[in-house]
């Protein structure tokens, strides 16, 4: 009962503190955006629609935003089991000549009526998830060759029971905070450092506990207009549960097989990319990554993974609104163990036939993991509304599994 109050007064403050800038400042002007995306589907796949409303308002030296997005899905797909879903964001920034600053609300609230007999059926925890919310602070700074930036967060979960005498974790809360510093040692290079904490609210029901540092340099080099070349290589240490870390790269034999903590890997980080502006309608790029982790009790690299990708995009002259282009790409991954079985390549391509009817088509083929086919006409109402039909045939020989999917739907922004 006291963490909950704790957060409402949390919450509360933040709240407060904006409407005191609001009624201190004056609104100069505003900007009122709504959008809406409705789809309907001839298979088993999504039909629902996205509404979505934003309104920025400068408040003298401030900014106010508040956007807030209803999600309607027809839980047909497996993976998706929120009947509606709704996102409210409240944020207030300031741009100084040298930095920056914001802080946030971020809300998500879940309507979980029609998963009820899902978790049951499939023998899942018996409670499910309900609404979270967070609030924070994000900043960046750049004096002469010093750059930096601080992010810190408050994030609640709440949690209701299927059976309402059942005894179960109602509330979670963590919170997290990063900080990374750099200096320019040249023109393009910056050498950094970073550090990052995660921390349970609660000890008793979460064992969301890590620590985190980095170390690295930056490369963005603009050797002209036309050529630019990013860098970067960074070690990172880290100490806390392997499963309480959000490194989304880690490999699931990996995690399967080992089950050791994370104090005893050590993610090593290169990646290089360079793009060419070749004409003002011919864009390409060429990038390399390479991830591995270093055991200290083994001494030695585990799972080495590096990709090869590239693309380019022609953008025909002949629309003025630049819809119309063709993009050619592939990626090659000989050791790519983290994202497995992904080399391939793809193709989109989106053309005006007559004026504001649109045709497109597109692939991406990965032999051994999925292997996708679409096709879309458009026809633009305004600038901004289109009616659309979309077709769309996927290839999973992993699971020896086939679908088609044919949709129709409309998108509105004024």
């Given at each position: 009962?006291?963490?909950?109050?704790?957060?409402?007064r949390?919450?509360?403050?933040?709240?407060?503190?904006?409407?005191?800038?609001?009624?201190?400042?004056?609104?100069?002007?505003?900007i009122y955006?709504?959008?809406?995306?409705?789809?309907?589907?001839?298979?088993?796949?999504?039909?629902?629609y996205?509404?979505?409303?934003?309104?920025?308002?400068?408040?003298g030296?401030?900014?106010?935003?508040?956007e807030?997005?209803?999600?309607?899905?027809?839980?047909?797909?497996?993976d998706?089991?929120?009947r509606?879903?709704?996102?409210?964001l409240?944020?207030?920034?300031?741009?100084w000549?040298?930095?920056?600053g914001?802080?946030?609300?971020?809300?998500?609230?879940?309507?979980?009526?029609a998963?009820?007999?899902?978790?049951?059926a499939?023998?899942?925890?018996?409670?499910?998830?309900?609404?979270?919310?967070?609030?924070?602070?994000?900043s960046?700074?750049?004096?002469?060759?010093?750059?930096?930036k601080?992010?810190?967060?408050?994030?609640?979960?709440?949690?209701e029971?299927?059976?309402?005498?059942?005894?179960?974790?109602?509330?979670?809360?963590?919170?997290?905070?990063?900080?990374?510093?750099?200096?320019?040692?040249?023109?393009?290079?910056?050498?950094?450092?970073?550090?990052?904490?995660?921390?349970?609210s609660?000890?008793?029901?979460?064992?969301?506990?890590?620590?985190?540092?980095g170390?690295?340099?930056k490369?963005?080099?603009?050797?002209?207009?036309?050529?630019?070349?990013?860098g970067?290589?960074?070690?990172?240490?880290?100490?806390?549960d392997?499963?309480?870390?959000?490194t989304e790269?880690?490999?699931?034999?990996?995690?399967?097989?080992k089950?050791q903590?994370?104090?005893?890997?050590?993610?090593i980080?290169?990646?290089?990319?360079?793009t060419k502006m070749?004409t003002?309608?011919?864009?390409?790029?060429?990038?390399?990554?390479?991830?591995?982790f270093?055991?200290?009790?083994?001494k030695?690299?585990?799972?080495?993974?590096?990709?090869?990708r590239?693309?380019?995009k022609?953008?025909f002259?002949y629309?003025?609104?630049?819809g119309s282009?063709?993009?050619l790409?592939?990626k090659?991954?000989?050791?790519?163990?983290?994202?497995?079985?992904?080399?391939?390549?793809?193709?989109?391509g989106?053309?005006?036939?007559?004026?504001?009817?649109?045709?497109?088509?597109g692939?991406?083929?990965?032999?051994?993991r999925?292997?996708r086919?679409?096709?879309?006409?458009?026809?633009?109402?305004?600038?901004?509304?289109?009616?659309?039909?979309?077709?769309?045939?996927?290839?999973?020989?992993?699971?020896?599994k086939?679908?088609n999917?044919?949709?129709?739907?409309?998108r509105?922004?004024?």
């Amino acid at each position: 009962m006291c963490k909950s109050m704790s957060a409402k007064r949390y919450i509360l403050i933040a709240v407060a503190a904006l409407g005191f800038v609001i009624l201190s400042a004056k609104i100069t002007s505003w900007i009122y955006c709504s959008s809406y995306h409705l789809t309907t589907s001839a298979s088993k796949s999504l039909t629902g629609y996205d509404l979505n409303k934003i309104v920025n308002a400068p408040l003298g030296k401030y900014n106010l935003e508040f956007e807030n997005r209803l999600v309607y899905t027809d839980n047909k797909q497996s993976d998706r089991y929120d009947r509606i879903t709704i996102k409210p964001l409240l944020s207030l920034s300031r741009k100084w000549e040298n930095c920056f600053g914001k802080v946030y609300y971020r809300g998500e609230y879940f309507d979980k009526t029609a998963d009820r007999d899902f978790l049951v059926a499939a023998n899942m925890p018996r409670l499910h998830h309900t609404y979270n919310q967070q609030a924070g602070f994000t900043s960046n700074y750049n004096i002469g060759n010093l750059t930096g930036k601080l992010d810190a967060r408050h994030r609640t979960f709440y949690y209701e029971p299927l059976d309402d005498g059942e005894s179960v974790i109602r509330q979670v809360s963590n919170v997290f905070s990063n900080a990374e510093i750099g200096y320019s040692v040249i023109k393009p290079v910056t050498i950094f450092a970073s550090a990052s904490i995660r921390s349970a609210s609660d000890k008793k029901t979460d064992v969301y506990d890590t620590k985190s540092a980095g170390i690295g340099l930056k490369l963005n080099y603009p050797v002209n207009y036309t050529n630019h070349i990013q860098g970067l290589t960074r070690i990172d240490w880290q100490k806390g549960d392997l499963y309480s870390i959000e490194t989304e790269t880690l490999p699931p034999d990996y995690i399967e097989h080992k089950f050791q903590t994370a104090e005893k890997l050590m993610p090593i980080t290169h990646s290089l990319r360079y793009t060419k502006m070749v004409t003002p309608q011919i864009l390409g790029f060429v990038s390399y990554e390479n991830r591995s982790f270093y055991d200290k009790d083994q001494k030695q690299f585990l799972f080495n993974s590096q990709f090869l990708r590239g693309s380019c995009k022609y953008t025909f002259v002949y629309d003025l609104t630049e819809g119309s282009f063709a993009e050619l790409g592939a990626k090659y991954a000989p050791s790519d163990v983290v994202k497995h079985k992904s080399s391939g390549y793809f193709g989109k391509g989106e053309f005006k036939v007559i004026d504001k009817l649109y045709l497109g088509a597109g692939f991406n083929s990965m032999p051994q993991r999925l292997t996708r086919y679409e096709a879309v006409a458009r026809y633009y109402i305004s600038p901004w509304n289109e009616v659309f039909v979309n077709f769309v045939h996927s290839e999973d020989p992993e699971y020896n599994k086939n679908n088609n999917n044919i949709a129709a739907g409309v998108r509105m922004m004024f």
